[in-house]
Every structure is written in structure tokens, then in C-alpha cells.
């Protein structure tokens, strides 16, 4: 049985996006857990290191984005190249896919920082075939929390790239700043929210006493190169070939 609707395949083409609650087996949902907590000591030692609380766009104790490590954490690759993630892609960039990113959003208890309306497609800076989004939820997510906030694109008439400016203080980029407030995704944990990389998403401010931790997957349709390289942009690692899981560790 299928997981993703044809309505959601719909609305993806529509809006931008999708929401497949509970999606994730309690088993999977473990492993991103222990995996974050892994991930982010491994953070903090090189933090300790490198004698400094700020790498790229995390901050000590406040907000952590952890990227490229789902090789470094036991059995997270099981999640990143699962089936669900592999009837996601064909549901939204089609038969061939490759895993382009991944990086774990956390955001500490009583501290987690917000982050601004963007694209995750003006990160890199260049014209490129759009990719997609998977941005699972390892904790519940509530307003209180920080969670994802997605803009359907029929609420401000974005479906292109635009655009961004780079915010020197906490390292975001930002690509929008209208008065539209997009579609909060108030989900349980195991939860994934499935969005376009040409979609505005942005989110809020943790208040709550508990982190609050959600891990990302990004599958383009083909492989990502900067201009004028020949070695893929991030990760570039083959997960579909027509529709059937060609990943193996």
C-alpha cells in the first residue's frame, strides 16, 4: 500500500509541499534519536578543538545544524535510503534519485534560535534542477517548540528561485520578508514534512524545556555541480535507478 497519496502528489505539484504524519517506524524513529545524540558530542568536541561555540550556523547550546555525517552515526543510512524515503522521491522528483544532503536541525531547550524564510535552493547559489526536501520530525513539534513553518506557494506567488541576503550574525540566508505566515506543521514525532527546495520554509523560536531535533534529507534528481566542477556538490550518492533502490553500504 502506498504511503503517499495521489492527493498529496497533487499538492506537491500544486503548493510545494506535502505532510505525511507518523510515517516513520518506531524502529527508524529510535535511531534518529540516538543518532542526534551522537552526532551533536561529536559537534561539541570539535567545537572544544577548534576553541570556538560557533561552527558555520550552529551555536553551543543553542541551535545545531549537523551536516553530511549519516555515515558517522550506526544505522542512520538505514533511514536516509529507506523505502519510505524511496516512494517519497517518486512521488515528488521522480525515478532516479540521489541523496544531495542531510544534516540534523536541533534546537536547544529554552534557547533554540529561530531561523528566517528562505529557499534550500538559494543556499547554493547557482541556477539548478530543483530537488526535495524530506524534514522529519525526531521530536514532536508544536508552535512552542520552534517547528517548521512551509509557504505554500499560492500564498505569495513564489515558485522560482530568488534571490537571498546573508545574515553575517547568524550565518542564514533569507529570501523573504512579507507578511505572509505559511502553514505551521503541528506533528507528532516520526512525522515527515516533504517540500520543494524552491518552497519558503522558515521556523520559530524553542520556548519549551525540551530540545527539539528534526533530521533533513535532501534527493535531487540528478547530481549537483557547481559550475565549472566535475566533483558533485555535497553528496551526490546514487539511491534510485528506475524506481528501484540501488544504495548499498
Known amino acids: 500500500m502506498s504511503i503517499v497519496t495521489e492527493k498529496q502528489r497533487a499538492q506537491f505539484r500544486k503548493e510545494g509541499y506535502f505532510i505525511l504524519e507518523r510515517a516513520v517506524p518506531e524502529e527508524q524513529l529510535a535511531i534518529l534519536r540516538d543518532s542526534c545524540d551522537c552526532l551533536i558530542e561529536a559537534m561539541h568536541a570539535e567545537m572544544d578543538r ?11 547550546g543553542k541551535r545545531y545544524h549537523i551536516a553530511k555525517q549519516y555515515k558517522q552515526a550506526p544505522r542512520l543510512a538505514e533511514f536516509v535510503f529507506s523505502e519510505l524515503m524511496a516512494e517519497v522521491c517518486q512521488a515528488t522528483i521522480g525515478d532516479t534519485a540521489f ?13 533554540g534560535m529561530s531561523f528566517s524564510w528562505h529557499q534550500d535552493s538559494g543556499y547554493l547559489g547557482f541556477p539548478h534542477t530543483p530537488y526535495v526536501t524530506c524534514w522529519t520530525a525526531v521530536d514532536d513539534m508544536t508552535l512552542d ?3 517548521a513553518y512551509i509557504m505554500p506557494f499560492s500564498h505569495i506567488g513564489i515558485r522560482t528561485l530568488v534571490e537571498h541576503e546573508y545574515d553575517e550574525k547568524t550565518g542564514d540566508k533569507a529570501g523573504y520578508f ?4 505559511g502553514v505551521p506543521a503541528i506533528v507528532p514525532a516520526g512525522s515527515v514534512v516533504v517540500f520543494s527546495s524552491l518552497s ?6 524553542n520556548i519549551t524545556n525540551q530540545m527539539r531535533r528534526a533530521y533533513v534529507t535532501q534527493y535531487s534528481p540528478k ?21 528501484r533502490i540501488i544504495w548499498n553500504s
Do not use: C, W
Open 50 to 60: 577548534l576553541g570556538t561555540d560557533h561552527i558555520h550556523i550552529s551555536h553551543r
Open 99 to 111: 541523496l544531495f544532503y542531510d544534516q540534523y536541525v536541533v534546537k536547544a531547550a529554552e534557547q
Open 145 to 147: 517548540n520552534g517547528t
Open 178 to 181: 512579507g507578511d505572509a505566515r
Open 200 to 205: 519558503f520554509h522558515r521556523s520559530g523560536t
Open 223 to 243: 547530481i549537483i555541480y557547481r559550475p565549472g566542477e566535475t566533483e558533485p556538490m555535497h553528496l551526490g550518492v546514487s539511491f534510485l535507478e528506475n524506481g
